[in-house]
């Protein structure tokens, strides 16, 4: 089964500082990548998401990701952050089980901290 | 819009009884899921449907049952054997069959009391 480790639970930056949010998953095998940014008491919204094709994936919001496989890892990044961007970010993968159809495997999520 | 709702978004139930939890969309999917989210846990997985009258368990499905018997709905119950029910639950959906991008409801906060 996939699964998704997300390296830091809290990322503390301050205002216009670039950051990079660190995302591995287990399995080398074709996969759909996602980062999904949730601000609190809310749903989850689509940063970015890799399906095929060129490995640098950019996003709303000024983000953007890179695929590694060899490295199996789609870490996030933003050059300049912003108070308003601190929010819960969760790296995620597509999961297909034989003969149960896709589900989406999520990490434990990184609190982004932008401080002033 | 199309989209996906979630209620209520707070639920309050006293420890023992069966409560349901709501999710509806039309986006026309094929594809829903519940989730629930713990502080530091992320989102753990319940059930899932792929399409109408069918659902699979999740990694955490003890103490949930669900239903799919119309597209648009895939109710949650959280049973009285659920242990500790007291967390935050998320509704997505997804299309079939490429399911390239879940799409979320704004979630239900359910405290036993």
């Known amino acids: 089964a996939q699964s998704v480790t997300q390296l830091d639970s809290q990322v503390p930056v301050f205002e216009e500082a670039p950051v990079e949010l660190r995302c591995n998953y287990s399995s080398s095998v074709s996969v759909y990548l996602f980062w999904y940014v949730q601000y609190p008491n809310q749903g989850l919204q689509l940063l970015l998401k890799?399906?095929?094709?060129?490995?640098l994936v950019k996003g709303i919001n000024g983000f953007e990701a890179e695929f590694n496989k060899s490295q199996t890892s789609f870490h996030l990044r933003k050059p300049s952050v912003h108070i308003s961007d601190t929010a819960e970010y969760f790296c995620a993968v597509s999961d297909k089980k034989e003969g149960q159809g896709f589900s989406f495997i999520f990490g434990k999520g990184t609190r982004l901290l932008v401080k002033p | 819009d199309g989209g996906i709702t979630q209620s209520p978004k707070y639920l309050f139930r006293k420890e023992g009884q069966n409560v349901t939890l709501s999710c509806e969309q039309n986006?026309?999917?094929?594809?829903m899921y519940w989730y629930r989210q713990d502080p530091g846990q992320g989102l753990r997985l319940i059930y899932y449907s792929q399409i109408v009258n069918d659902f699979q368990k999740g990694d955490i499905a003890e103490g949930y049952s669900v239903s799919r018997e119309k597209k648009e709905s895939f109710p949650l119950t959280v049973t009285s054997a659920q242990k500790n029910p007291t967390a935050f639950y998320l509704c997505?959906?997804?299309?079939?069959?490429?399911?390239?991008?879940?799409?979320f409801g704004q979630g239900t906060r359910l405290t036993v009391v």
């Open positions: 997505a959906s997804s299309m079939r069959p490429e399911n390239t991008e879940a799409f």
């Open positions: 986006l026309n999917h094929d594809a």
């Open positions: 890799y399906l095929s094709g060129s490995t």
